[in-house]
Structure formats: structure tokens, C-alpha cells
């Protein structure tokens, strides 16, 4: 990120693979973090976990 910085960029988007430990890296090198995730998105363990608590 002070790379870009040095290189004059204003504004800089960093786009991440996913949810997880990733984002949370990005979220302490960054002045404003906006998280954007899909509704029905993750992996199958979550879809399980919601069958077996009944929300889902």
C-alpha cells in the first residue's frame, strides 16, 4: 500500500479471495474497509451448520 501511495495513487481498491483471515490482514493496511458478500454465499460446512440449528 505505500508503494501505491508513493507512486501518487488516490484511491487504491484491493480485492481479496474471500471470507476469512485474508480480510482481516486488509482491514489494519487500509483507511476505509468495506466488506461486500452475497446472501446463500459460503461453503458447504456453513450451509450444514445452519441445517443443524435450524435457521437454515
Known amino acids: 500500500m505505500l508503494l501505491c501511495e508513493a507512486a501518487g495513487y488516490d ?3 484491493v480485492e481479496t479471495v474471500g471470507v476469512g483471515q485474508s480480510e482481516t490482514e486488509v482491514a489494519r493496511m487500509v483507511d476505509c474497509f468495506i466488506s461486500l458478500q452475497i ?12 441445517r443443524a440449528d435450524g435457521s437454515g
Not at 446472501?39 to 445452519?50: N, T
Open 11 to 13: 484511491v487504491v481498491i
Open 39 to 50: 446472501a446463500g454465499g459460503g461453503d458447504d460446512l456453513q450451509g450444514i451448520k445452519k
